[in-house]
């Protein structure tokens, strides 16, 4: 069997205009052979670069092969001005690509044009429109598996084809772990604790300003709790991969921080404390939405029929959602401050496309599936 190196799944065998293509169809990482990637146009420099790098003895080797079960080489590859881990098989002549990386790989467009007859390019753009209608019937049709059944029965969303990690999501964990730490050891005494250390806008400067950080910590129940663990550790992590622990942390504090002053601008008399890592987790869902716009969220409606929708789309229902609960907080009405989770939402949304704008992007590289010119 050709196993997925990450996940387990069995590859998917695709014919695209340069060659054939191997698709997980769980974490969506391609295995190309480099001959495909020539003709389908990637830069020669980059390439040649990266099969020296992998012919070294002191590389390291973490994933074998799907076809020959060899340790693969890890490869740092630059491709403009970010940095691409790349996974070779020197025995196969053959590239492994986590989700999203084939994208990044620098190819010359005349060399595309040139390799891809006008034909080859009408006949690839009709199989990527087939594959896709398939591949979309079957997910609408996808009930959810496992362990994912409790938090849909619950009216959660589920994440149904969650990205592939590189790593263990160490910076993610550590906060679920402190958040309940600090509950149990605030429960027997929630109310004084809250009024003490929860965020009050009309006495934002008390203890130092140090309850626009403690507030972060502090929940107002176990269904508050519960709730915003599950959507930390559900797409937190994916987040924390994508970002690494620095900067995953500073999105986190500044989606949080971001949502407090909101909150305290629109209610400067405001004397209940608020409380909940809400706005910061608010920040780390847009942040991942834009990151991973295609990924499919599935929900119960009505709680009868399952539903399927891409992670930006659900990110535009829950942008609605908060507009809606803003508008009712101003007027006086509701506990639960959807103005925190705008400002949390506002950071994400700014850091992902600032990251976006930054990084270099070259041109689409992908199989017949999304981009077919590239295999």
């Known amino acids: 069997m050709v196993a997925c190196p990450r996940c387990g799944e069995s590859l998917v065998k695709r014919m695209t205009p340069p060659g ?8 969506e990482g391609r295995h190309v052979a480099i001959p495909v990637l020539r003709k389908a146009g990637a830069r020669g420099n980059f390439l040649n670069r ?18 020959c079960h060899a340790a693969m080489a890890q490869v740092t590859a630059r491709a403009g001005d970010h940095a691409l881990d790349l996974d070779v098989c020197t025995y196969c002549n053959a590239i492994w690509f986590d989700h999203g990386e084939l994208r990044a790989v620098p190819r010359d467009p005349a060399h595309v044009s040139e390799t891809l007859s006008l034909k080859a390019r009408e006949q690839a753009a009709l199989l990527a429109l087939q594959t896709q209608t398939e591949k979309d019937a079957a997910t609408a049709e996808s009930l959810p598996e496992g362990w994912h059944w409790l938090p849909a029965i619950l009216g959660l969303p589920v994440e149904c084809d969650e990205p592939a990690l590189r790593g263990r999501p160490w910076i993610t964990w550590s906060i679920a772990a402190a958040l309940v730490l600090v509950f149990a050891a605030t429960a027997f005494s929630l109310e004084p604790v809250v009024e003490q250390w929860g965020f009050i806008p009309a006495l934002w400067s008390r203890h130092g300003g ?7 910590f502090l929940h107002a129940g176990v269904l508050h709790l519960l709730s915003n663990l599950y959507f930390f550790l559900v797409f937190g992590d994916n987040v924390e991969d994508r970002l690494g622990p620095l900067f995953f942390v500073l999105l986190l504090a500044g989606s949080h921080l971001a949502g407090a002053v909101v909150h305290g601008l629109f209610s400067p008399g405001a004397t209940l404390p608020c409380v909940g890592a809400s706005a910061g987790i608010s920040g780390v869902l847009a942040y991942y939405a834009l990151t991973y716009p295609m990924a499919r969220i599935g929900f119960f409606l009505w709680m009868v029929r399952w539903v399927q929708l891409p992670a930006i789309v659900m990110l535009a229902l829950f942008l609605l959602t908060e507009f809606l609960g803003a508008w009712q907080q101003v007027s006086g009405f509701g506990d639960v401050s959807s ?10 949304i700014g850091a992902a496309l600032a990251v976006r704008m930054t990084r270099n992007r070259p041109m689409d590289f992908e199989t017949s599936q999304e981009d077919p010119p590239a295999g």
């Open 20 to 27: 054939v293509v191997y698709v997980c169809p769980d974490c």
């Open 50 to 67: 990266v099969w020296l790098d992998a012919k070294h003895d002191d590389v390291e080797r973490l994933l074998h092969c799907p076809h």
């Open 339 to 348: 103005l925190a989770h705008l400002g949390g939402l506002a950071v994400g």
């Open 210 to 216: 140090l309850t626009l950080a403690t507030s972060f």
